[in-house]
Each structure stands twice: as structure tokens, then as C-alpha cells.
């Protein structure tokens, strides 16, 4: 079989792993990869206060459970806001219970340099890591996928 990297010029290689394989995308709301390697799922959020959250949100933990990936990377680095306030309660309650059921250990929050974004990771975080889920930070999505695969090979635990 031909070496994958040799597919793949030069530093285009390392764009192409950070890319996963597309799931669905909600337009304006969300895009959703997998990343087969670390066992996650990447959702990089546009918006999050546009009707479609719930649905891209639950859509995605869902996904989680079919494809076997414990970890839930939520990617902030496009400044998409904030959930409003039914939709953190919602978060905190329903959501927090469909994660579980679908098997999710860990969400980690891809943080970038939005003050506004750290808020809001913040005030679901404090919630889902009370109902026994990880919840970590990170500054970039390389560093959240190298947590992913630590987190499918159980050594984060």
C-alpha cells in the first residue's frame, strides 16, 4: 500500500490530519469533523445563538456515540458568541444527559484569544464537569487533538 504521507505534499500533510473527515455542517451554526486517529469529534462553532444550536449540538454527542468518540473538541477560535441563557440551561441539563448516554468522557474547549468565548466555556464547564465529565482548555486544536488521543487511550483519566 502506498505511504499516505507521500500523497500529500510537504507541509500540507499536517493541515490535512488537522482537517478529519467532514461530518455535516449546519450553515452558520457549526462543522463537524471526525478524527479517527484521537477518537473526537471537532466541532468548529460559527454561531452559537442561531436557532439551529440545539439541533447542531445534540446532532453532534450523537454522532459521538455512534462513531465510538469519547471526546467532544468545541472549537471557539471564530468568536461565535455565546449560548443564551435557556440554551446554557439546556446545556447543563438535557444536554449534559445526552453526552453521557452517548459515551462522551471528555469536552475540550478550544479557547483562541476571545475573553467572551473563555467566558461562555466557562459557565458550561462548571456543570458538565459536575455531572462527570472532563472538561479542559485548550489554545489550539493541535494541543486539544494530542489531549483527544490520551483521552481515548484512557491516560487522562
Not at 79 to 100: F, H, K, M, R
Amino acid at each position: 500500500a502506498p505511504d499516505p504521507a507521500e500523497r500529500i505534499e510537504g507541509s500540507n500533510w499536517e493541515a490535512a490530519e488537522m482537517a478529519g473527515v467532514p461530518l455535516y455542517s449546519i450553515a452558520g451554526t457549526v462543522d463537524v469533523t471526525h478524527h479517527r486517529a484521537e477518537k473526537a469529534l471537532v466541532s468548529t462553532w460559527h454561531s452559537m445563538t442561531t436557532p439551529q444550536f440545539r439541533e447542531a449540538l445534540e446532532r453532534g454527542l450523537n454522532e459521538c456515540g455512534r462513531l465510538g468518540a469519547p471526546t467532544w473538541i468545541v472549537d471557539l477560535t471564530r468568536n461565535p458568541g455565546v449560548p443564551s441563557q435557556a440554551d446554557l440551561g439546556w446545556i447543563n441539563t438535557d444536554c449534559v444527559e445526552i453526552g453521557l448516554r452517548n459515551g462522551i468522557r471528555a469536552v475540550i474547549n478550544v479557547l483562541g484569544t476571545s475573553a467572551i468565548a473563555a467566558m461562555g466555556a466557562k459557565r458550561w464547564a462548571k456543570t458538565v464537569t459536575e455531572n462527570g465529565l472532563g472538561t479542559y482548555d485548550c489554545k489550539t486544536l493541535a494541543d486539544a487533538l494530542a489531549l483527544a488521543a490520551e483521552v481515548a487511550s484512557g491516560k487522562s483519566e
